[in-house]
């Protein structure tokens, strides 16, 4: 009895500090930033520098990644919007994704990856037929014509959209008037690159 009497209090108190300890304890559960996202995604460019925007949770610092390094950091406005200009590109393949973070959460995760080409150079065009200068003598005024591109692209045909296949194949069925012909034959790369041909065509109608 005199043992317990002796320990008890500090036993009780012993068991009291860790008890009130817990209580005291505050809550670090933090919440995550919510990821980024982009509103204006492009494949190509035949522009350097670009202007890349997005959306993000309000008033939270966004910071840009372009090929692995961060290269810009700002600040979303009141509707959670958030613009990088003046974003500059290497040849080839560029690799672009964002994160965010809101004061008293962590850093969100990288949003989606984009992947924008630099390219400056102009689609190569290759008519297959006819042939420039060719003479055609026919019953039927439409004549084919078949050509190939070396990268996608839109091409037109006397301002007519022809359809490519996986190979860069086109074709295209043109009326002819008797007489010379001017086939004109224009491609637009996904940079926005442009190319043209011409071709003159005589056409006889049977």
């Known amino acids: ?11 009780f108190s ?7 300890d817990r209580f005291k304890k505050k809550d670090s559960t933090q919440f995550q930033t919510q990821t980024p996202f982009f509103t204006n995604t492009v494949k190509a460019s035949k522009e350097k520098f670009i202007k890349i925007s ?3 949770e ?6 840009l990644f372009v090929n692995g390094p961060e290269v810009k950091e700002t600040k979303t406005g009141g509707d959670g919007t958030f613009i990088f ?8 393949g560029n690799l672009i994704f964002a994160k965010a973070n809101a004061s008293g959460k962590t850093e969100s995760q990288k949003s989606e990856t984009l992947t924008v080409v630099f390219d400056i ?12 200068g060719q003479k055609i003598s026919s019953v039927d005024s439409r004549v084919n014509i078949k ?10 045909v006397n301002s007519h959209q022809s359809v490519l296949d996986s190979d860069g194949n086109f074709s ?17 790369d996904l940079a926005g690159n442009e190319s043209s041909i011409s071709a003159n065509i005589e056409f006889e109608k049977r």
């Open 121 to 132: 150079k102009k689609p190569e065009i290759q008519l297959i037929s006819p042939v420039n």
């Open 1 to 11: 009895i005199l043992g317990l009497q002796f320990f008890g209090p500090k036993v």
């Open 14 to 20: 012993i068991f009291g500090f860790f008890s009130l």
């Open 58 to 63: 309000i008033d939270s610092s966004v910071k």
């Open 85 to 92: 200009e003046g974003i500059e590109l290497i040849e080839g």
């Open 172 to 188: 295209s069925l043109i009326s002819l008037k008797s007489g010379n012909n001017t086939i004109k034959i224009l491609a637009t």
């Open 54 to 56: 997005g959306a993000a």
């Open 147 to 156: 050509g190939k591109v070396n990268e996608q692209s839109t091409v037109t």
